[in-house]
């Protein structure tokens, strides 16, 4: 049975009343009124905030990785980390492994070593390859190749943000040279403001379809937060409102051409959705939609790292699949972005202030635990949020934007994180 299909019965599997790990107490956000107000308002503009620098298209970002990978991050360590029921993980006693992938044969991508630190449990990560953000193109295809290898080894399915930068054919090739099991969620970033972007992405993903196939493609993106963006800029809180219907109505007309393109062209299997924050999916546009991707981050929740997956489940069901099971399409929803900062530019980012909320590997390794195999044991699909740390967003935004890795920078583990295994 799909997700988006289950009973209200098989849903209260879903989310326990008390899992492991969860503290009988409500977040802050539960604690409000029913009503959507205005802190829950800001919680999630500040989850679709993260979303979209977590592709960064459009912004013109002129920063080399290279240059900025000094930053200092206020690495804390003072949580403490307990699993959840059903999730195990194991220490290795081996050094933390080492950044990168070894070829066992420099000519052959798909002949390399596997890292015993790794356990594939992950049902899908989110993606952006380094360098791949207009206009400061530079994606390599040997660096795409490492992350597909490192990837191959936690998950088997991977969500893009965009086509540009020649991203889908960097990522199809990489596959098909790695040789792994790998499935794609593929992405055309559009703009209201700017619909050459949408028809440019559009080519780029035609053209790679052509060259490398569709057997590895699960679904076309098409757009990312771009409800929020416009109730935003109207200053409204209602997805639905008559001030973004313009916005509505192109992200129709964009996703109802991408089908049609993929039809005309024979690729009738590949399903098309759109990602948007928690609580601004417009209603006419999942009508159109077969599946939709949403973000939630507990951390800006400001709750504790105990009550986090919790606080994700239930306003994920709530906000969600509630509501788009009453559409007759039912479009399926799945997680687009869920995870827990390490660290911080500043102390001041870090949240020390709470007690058990701190950014932090010790809390990263709670949020693990306490989240994936739960998660996978109850059929909820997601993205894990993300692959390794990203310091171009640490240049340019500060805060905790640049450490959601369980990989640093260099594509280490990061100490004190074990993967669990779900056993």
């Known amino acids: 049975?799909?997700?988006?299909?289950?009973?209200?019965?098989?849903?209260?599997?879903?989310?326990?009343?008390?899992?492991?790990?969860?503290?009988?107490?409500?977040?802050?956000?539960?604690?409000?009124?029913?009503?959507?107000?205005?802190?829950?308002?800001?919680?999630?503009?500040?989850?679709?905030?993260?979303?979209?620098?977590?592709?960064?298209?459009?912004?013109?970002?002129?920063?080399?990785?290279?240059?900025k990978s000094?930053?200092?991050?206020?690495?804390?360590?003072?949580?403490?980390?307990?699993?959840?029921?059903?999730?195990?993980?194991?220490?290795?006693?081996?050094?933390?492994?080492?950044?990168?992938?070894?070829?066992?044969?420099?000519?052959?991508p798909s002949n390399f070593q596997k890292n015993a630190a790794f356990h594939k449990v992950f049902w899908g990560m989110a993606y952006t390859p380094n360098g791949s953000i207009m206009p400061n193109c530079g994606a390599t295809q040997a660096e795409v190749i490492t992350d597909i290898q490192i990837m191959s080894q936690l998950t088997d399915t991977v969500?893009?943000?965009?086509?540009?930068?020649?991203?889908?054919?960097?990522?199809?090739?990489?596959?098909k040279l790695t040789k792994v099991d790998m499935k794609v969620y593929i992405a055309n970033y559009i703009s209201p403001d700017d619909k050459v972007a949408y028809t440019r992405q559009k080519a780029i993903i035609e053209d790679a379809l052509k060259t490398y196939g569709v057997d590895n493609i699960v679904g076309l993106t098409v757009g990312n937060e771009q409800i929020l963006q416009a109730a935003q800029a109207q200053h409204t809180e209602d997805p639905n409102s008559e001030l973004v219907k313009p916005v509505a109505d192109?992200?129709?007309?964009?996703?109802?051409?991408?089908?049609?393109?993929?039809?005309?062209?024979?690729?009738?299997?590949i399903k098309v959705g759109t990602s948007e924050a928690g609580y601004y999916f417009n209603t006419e546009v999942l009508k159109v939609c077969e599946y939709g991707l949403s973000n939630f981050h507990a951390w800006f929740a400001e709750t504790k790292v105990s009550d986090?997956?919790?606080w994700v489940w239930t306003n994920f069901k709530e906000e969600n699949v509630d509501k788009a099971a009453l559409l007759t399409n039912q479009p399926e929803m799945i997680i687009a972005e869920t995870g827990w900062p390490t660290g911080s530019k500043t102390t001041a980012d870090a949240r020390l202030n709470i007690t058990g909320g701190e950014a932090s590997a010790a809390n990263l390794q709670v949020f693990l635990d306490n989240f994936v195999c739960q998660s996978n044991t109850q059929g909820v699909?997601?993205?894990?949020?993300?692959?390794?740390?990203?310091?171009?967003?640490?240049?340019?935004?500060?805060?905790?934007?640049?450490?959601?890795?369980?990989?640093?920078?260099?594509?280490?583990?990061?100490?004190?994180?074990?993967?669990?295994?779900?056993?």
């Open 250 to 269: 192109y992200i129709i007309e964009s996703i109802n051409d991408t089908r049609s393109s993929l039809k005309a062209l024979g690729y009738n299997n």
């Open 308 to 310: 986090a997956v919790q």
């Open 70 to 108: 000094n930053n200092a991050a206020v690495v804390v360590n003072n949580g403490t980390s307990s699993a959840a029921a059903g999730s195990t993980t194991t220490s290795s006693s081996a050094p933390n492994p080492s950044g990168g992938v070894t070829n066992s044969d420099p000519n052959d």
């Open 1 to 67: 049975m799909s997700y988006n299909a289950r009973s209200d019965v098989e849903y209260s599997m879903l989310v326990p009343e008390q899992p492991q790990g969860y503290q009988a107490k409500e977040s802050a956000w539960l604690h409000e009124q029913n009503a959507k107000s205005q802190r829950s308002k800001w919680i999630v503009t500040a989850v679709g905030f993260l979303a979209l620098i977590g592709i960064g298209v459009g912004i013109g970002v002129g920063v080399s990785v290279a240059n």
């Open 159 to 175: 969500r893009l943000y965009g086509a540009d930068c020649n991203v889908t054919a960097l990522v199809l090739n990489a596959i």
């Open 381 to 423: 699909k997601y993205f894990y949020f993300e692959l390794f740390d990203e310091m171009w967003k640490d240049a340019l935004y500060g805060g905790v934007e640049g450490y959601w890795g369980i990989l640093d920078k260099d594509k280490n583990l990061k100490p004190g994180i074990t993967i669990p295994t779900c056993q």
